[in-house]
């Protein structure tokens, strides 16, 4: 099985911070309340709350490959 990779489009996320609230092991807002992933490549443990906060995303700013 294939890592699961996470990037976010930061000229697409709106800051509504959901995918941090669910999944705060992967990401977080920075300073200007822009989500950012602090990893490329997903953790087995957290690749359900990954996707989930990806299909969350209201702008789908949360790009997996």
């Given at each position: ?27 977080a807002?920075d ?31 949360i790009?997996?490959?």
């Open positions: 099985m294939e890592n699961l990779r996470v990037n976010v489009d930061q000229n697409e996320c709106i800051g509504c911070g959901i995918c941090a609230e669910m999944c705060p092991g992967v990401f807002l300073p200007q309340g822009i989500s950012d992933a602090n990893t490329s490549v997903v953790s087995p443990a957290l690749t359900s709350a990954v996707r989930q906060a990806a299909q969350e995303c209201p702008t789908a700013a790009k997996l490959y």
